[in-house]
């Protein structure tokens, strides 16, 4: 199937409008973790969502410590390299091996990144990452950023990955970074609920970077199918049920995602296709993550890759966002 396309940033690399996040496919017994996950039932999610067309998947080194990484590995086994997407891992945070719940440490060191870079192309199996992002500032450390930025734009130069990008960083850091080497990506978060990386963004507008979102759907907030009830119901394990999304803000964010309905409806897809359509039609951005973990869950958002909102949806949306004071950020660009 021939998904839409958008250039990420300088890359070369033309990238579908929607790609595959695989953080909860990490499985369960870590920090982050969104429970138990069936390997099987990822895998299966991961080969349909090539077979539809998504050319890009998502993770990182710490989703479910380094297993995801060991997940997409088995997905891909077997398939012709013509035909397979996209890798983006990240790096930067540290896990205790031997304590699985463990907080796990913000590290940018240089030796850390070279031996990571290594262990994420081992748990890939893989001779080159297409795109390398540093996942988080390193807070634990304090590296700065020219010393860790150097050496990403060595990883580079050195042929271990295609592409280095920055997540979570905001616009001061990529001021930084770039008199250094160029940003060739950056990864905030960005949903109707969650506003607040818009400068960052235009920042990267501005200057050639691509920009892929994530958390479109708030973590499962926007997809039109959750409730109190529902959030009650999540595993021990699972982080949602200590955020602040889905515990102080739940009753304005599922009011908001009530309100996307009938846009959904107009246009006949699910409420979580219309979260991931209004990230893609914010300025600058080339594509999204939205994570899956199991095949019919990429169905239920793959709409959103051709899905194009009207001014007068964004109108209505804004409006929504204003009315049931859900989150942070700009309504309206």
Known sequence: MALPTRPLGTTGMD??????????????????????????ESIAAIRHAIEVGINWVDTAAIYGLGHSEEVIADALEGIPA???PYVFTKVGVIWDPADR?????????PAIVRREVDDSLRRLRADRIDLYQVHWPPRDDG???????????????????????LSNHDAALLRQAEEIAHVDS??????????????DIAWAQAHGTGVIVYSPMQSGLLTGAFSADRVAALPADDWRRAHPSFTTGLQANLALADALAPVAERHRVPVGAVAVAWTLAWPGVTGAIVGAR???QVDDWLPAAALRLTDADLDEIAEAITSTGAGEGPARW
């Open 15 to 40: 990238i579908t409008t929607v790609g595959f996040g695989a953080w909860a496919i990490g499985g369960g017994g870590w920090q982050f973790a969104w429970g138990q996950q069936d390997d099987k």
């Open 82 to 84: 013509a035909d397979r």
């Open 101 to 109: 719940a463990a907080r796990a440490q913000r590290l940018m060191n």
């Open 143 to 165: 590296t700065p950023i020219e010393e860790y930025w150097q050496v990403m734009a060595e990883l580079k130069a050195s042929g271990k990955v295609r592409a280095i990008g």
């Open 186 to 199: 950056l990864q905030p978060p960005l949903s109707a609920i969650n506003r607040m990386a818009a400068p």
């Open 294 to 296: 199991r095949p019919s």
